[in-house]
């Protein structure tokens, strides 16, 4: 079955460290995106890939990077200039054939925690 | 600014009976999507309904139908015969403008309900 794959699921990163969390799909989906969910914010966006290495900074890019090498993968790097990363994180596709009524496919997401 | 409101952090409803979950929504263009979304525990954000802006027609699918009001530029999700699988977090979304080859979505704080048996 098509769909997004997010890894691993709990991620845990020291004070300092740079980790880097994975999305893939096969669905064949031009446009890739990583939200951000912090309780009681909704989501937010972080960046976002319309096509191969081409990408473009959302609402809080500040403290990420990403990278679009393959159609399939888009993934994000939390740095350590990111000074709150403790967040669920979602990663989202959508074909560019699609109509405006089809809403995002999500990955299950990685919840990353800051010890 | 384009924004996105919704009001109730919580909601409960009884097995079977039906359940509004209310959204606002703020913009200045003449063209837009709502978009409900539905977020079980395990995290996965699900896609539910859509309603477009020209569509004179309230969205359904389903057990879930969109009450869409455009005067009051509201977009509340209707969702009949509650069930227990219900249980999750509901998030309204809106589509921005078509920039750098897509089109971007902004989300609401999201409504937790809670079905009871």
């Known amino acids: 079955d098509g769909g997004i794959t997010q890894s691993p699921k709990y991620l845990f990163r020291k004070e300092g460290q740079n980790v880097t969390l994975s999305c893939e799909q096969n669905l064949n989906h031009d446009a890739m995106y990583w939200y951000r969910q912090d309780p009681g914010q909704g989501l937010r966006l972080i960046y976002y890939s319309q096509i191969v290495n081409d990408f473009q900074k959302g609402d809080i890019a500040e403290g990420y990077s990403v990278s679009r090498e393959k159609k399939e993968s888009f993934p994000l790097t939390v740095t350590s200039a990111q000074k709150n990363p403790t967040a669920f994180y979602l990663c989202?596709?959508?074909?560019?054939?699609?109509?405006?009524?089809?809403?995002?496919?999500f990955g299950s997401g990685t919840r990353l925690t800051v010890v | 600014a384009q924004k996105i409101t919704q009001t109730q952090p919580g909601m409960f409803v009884q097995e079977k009976e039906a359940v509004t979950l209310d959204c606002t929504y703020d913009?200045?263009?003449?063209?837009?999507?709502l978009f409900w979304y539905k977020q079980p525990s395990s995290g996965e954000m699900i896609f539910l309904i859509y309603q477009g802006s020209y569509d004179e027609q309230n969205a359904t699918e389903g057990r879930y139908s969109l009450n869409f009001q455009k005067a009051r530029k509201s977009a509340n999700l209707v969702i009949s015969a509650s069930q227990l699988g219900d249980s999750a977090m509901y998030f309204c979304a809106m589509r921005e403008g078509y920039t750098s080859g897509t089109y971007k979505y902004i989300f609401g704080t999201g409504t937790r309900l809670k079905v009871l048996a």
């Open positions: 913009t200045s263009d003449q063209s837009y999507g």
């Open positions: 989202a596709s959508k074909a560019s054939t699609e109509g405006l009524g089809d809403g995002y496919t």
